[in-house]
């Protein structure tokens, strides 16, 4: 069992910057694939980015590529989601999202544990 708690969430305008922080409980975090996911009002959720367990291989919507920059320390039982240059468009719910070894690692039936998300609200 793992459970996931997400933080660094607020308000910021529009070309500013956020950093979330995902923090597990647990001593098996290096064991799982780590991802963000994001909810916006009246939308599905979307895969946002994610990382391989030793944190060698990541991934990225296009939309994010290049502004945000997915990072974990399995030391410290912590992933992050470095956002830069924000857009109203990016303003949503944001989930952490852990899951077991596979290769379709920007689905979300790929993760078995989720947090309670996040508000990123990005002003215009």
């Known amino acids: 069992q793992v459970q996931l708690v997400e933080s660094g969430g607020g308000l910021v305008q529009a070309g500013g910057s956020l950093r979330l922080s995902c923090a597990a409980s647990?001593?098996?975090?290096?064991?799982?694939?780590m991802g963000w996911f994001r909810q916006a009002p009246g939308k599905e959720r979307e895969f946002v980015a994610a990382?391989?367990?030793?944190?060698?291989?990541?991934l990225y919507i296009d939309s994010v590529k290049g502004r945000f920059t997915i990072s974990r320390d399995n030391a410290e039982n912590t992933v992050y989601l470095q956002m830069n240059s924000l857009k109203p468009e990016d303003t949503a719910v944001y989930y952490c999202?852990?899951?077991?070894?596979?290769?379709?690692?920007?689905?979300?039936?790929?993760?078995?544990?989720w947090g309670q998300g996040t508000q990123v609200t990005v002003s215009s």
């Open positions: 999202a852990a899951g077991r070894p596979t290769l379709t690692i920007a689905t979300m039936r790929s993760y078995d544990y």
């Open positions: 647990g001593r098996t975090f290096g064991s799982y694939n």
């Open positions: 990382i391989s367990r030793s944190g060698g291989y990541t």
